[in-house]
């Protein structure tokens, strides 16, 4: 699962992201940082220290945004400042790919290889919960509101408005149906199968397709064929903010 749309352009915007989506998994950050071994200072990429393992977890990150294979000299140096430094795992993050004298060389040991992609997705599930779920059931709070199925509150307020906004009440709701009980079911746990919200893959057209539903039809592409996370949130949040608003001008306020 891919958090980010598209590649880094440069090696300081891989290192950023990294550790921006470490940062936003809950975890102590710093980049760069000088690290202390056995065998003197060493300037690392990334840190990241987690303290939701038993015991603490460390992390040191390398990011190579480089137009050519990382060959096994590197893997092997990174391996030695891993170990001396006392750190968990140390993660190798690629641009290009690694030449297969390096995959051999981190072959049984705490040195993780890995794209740009497979960096996001080792950390997808985690970012989802940690970062975007509760940023979510903030965001979306009044959208869901307004259109799940069963809410006396709203409901008796939309009993007092005149018929006119009673009939656009109800037509921006059954507008608006498939959508937030996809999303309350991403954002929300469902507590008969997991105390956890749910990670649903991308995109989300495959999923109201198969509902058959007439929704595709105002939602825009940023929403319905966005493979990534990030970016998909960030027009879904958008989108809900516009339908809001329009439930609001019904009710005169925030119902």
């Known amino acids: ?20 989506i ?21 300037e690392i990429d990334v840190f990241a220290s987690d303290d939701a393992t038993t015991p603490d977890s460390v992390y040191l990150c390398e990011c190579k945004h480089w137009d050519s294979n990382v060959p096994k000299a590197i893997v092997h140096a990174f391996r030695t400042v891993v170990s001396d430094s006392g750190a968990t795992t140390g993660l190798v993050v690629s641009k290009l790919g690694f030449q297969p004298g390096a995959i051999e060389a981190a072959r049984h040991t705490n040195i993780r290889l890995l794209s ?21 059931r903030r965001e979306l709070d009044p959208f869901i509101e307004y259109t799940e199925p069963i809410n006396s509150r709203i409901f008796q307020k939309a009993d ?53 539903s007439p929704e595709l039809e105002g939602l825009s592409s940023d929403i319905l064929d966005e493979v990534a996370l990030r970016p998909f949130f960030a027009a879904v949040f958008s989108y809900t ?12 306020e925030r119902a």
């Open 160 to 212: 007092q408005l005149l018929a006119e906004d009673r009939e656009r009440f109800k037509e921006l709701r059954n507008d608006h149906f498939v959508l937030p009980f996809l999303l309350t079911s991403m954002i929300y746990p469902a507590l008969m199968y997991t105390n956890s919200p749910r990670l649903h893959p991308l995109p989300l057209r495959e999923h109201l397709e198969s509902y058959g």
């Open 241 to 252: 903010q516009e339908v809001v608003a329009e439930f609001d001008k019904v009710f005169g």
């Open 116 to 136: 740009w992609s497979e960096f996001q997705d080792l950390f997808a599930e985690r970012w989802f919960l940690n970062h975007i779920a509760p940023l979510a």
């Open 22 to 42: 470490l940062d936003e998994c809950g975890m102590e950050v710093e980049s760069p940082k000088i690290v202390e071994t056995v065998r003197g200072s060493v």
């Open 1 to 20: 699962m891919l958090i980010e749309s598209g590649d880094p352009t440069t090696w300081r915007k891989l290192e950023e992201l990294v550790a921006q």
